[in-house]
């Protein structure tokens, strides 16, 4: 079992930059391939991007390559979202997911998740 909570949301203007975070519980979370997800008013819940669990390799979405970096401290359970050059488009409720697999068919699938933040509100104003 793994419990993951996100922090570091918040409003931030175009151009700007945050910095989220996802604690995670449990022994076993290097083990975990950690991906972020994001949903908008009215919109479904799309993919950011994933990092597997030995940090060595990301991916990210279209939408925010370059822009976007995710990393992870094994050693203190927590994977981060830095984000970086904001955009309006950006607005979304952030959520951070833990699986098992680091597949490329799978990895943009949230059935490829087995737990779930709560989510943590990113607004960009423009």
């Known amino acids: 079992q793994v419990q993951l909570v996100e922090s570091g949301g918040g409003l931030v203007q175009t151009g700007g930059s945050l910095r989220l975070s996802c604690a995670a519980s449990?022994?076993?979370?290097?083990?975990?391939?950690m991906g972020w997800f994001r949903q908008a008013s009215g919109k479904e819940r799309e993919f950011v991007g994933a990092?597997?669990?030995?940090?060595?390799?990301?991916y990210y979405e279209d939408s925010v390559k370059g822009r976007f970096t995710i990393s992870r401290d094994n050693a203190k359970n927590t994977v981060f979202l830095q984000m970086d050059s904001l955009k309006p488009e950006d607005t979304a409720v952030y959520y951070c997911?833990?699986?098992?697999?680091?597949?490329?068919?799978?990895?943009?699938?949230?059935?490829?998740?087995?737990?779930w933040g709560q989510g943590t509100q990113v607004t960009v104003s423009s």
């Open positions: 997911s833990a699986g098992t697999s680091w597949t490329g068919t799978t990895l943009k699938r949230e059935y490829a998740y087995d737990y």
């Open positions: 449990g022994r076993t979370f290097s083990s975990y391939t």
């Open positions: 990092i597997k669990w030995s940090g060595t390799r990301t």
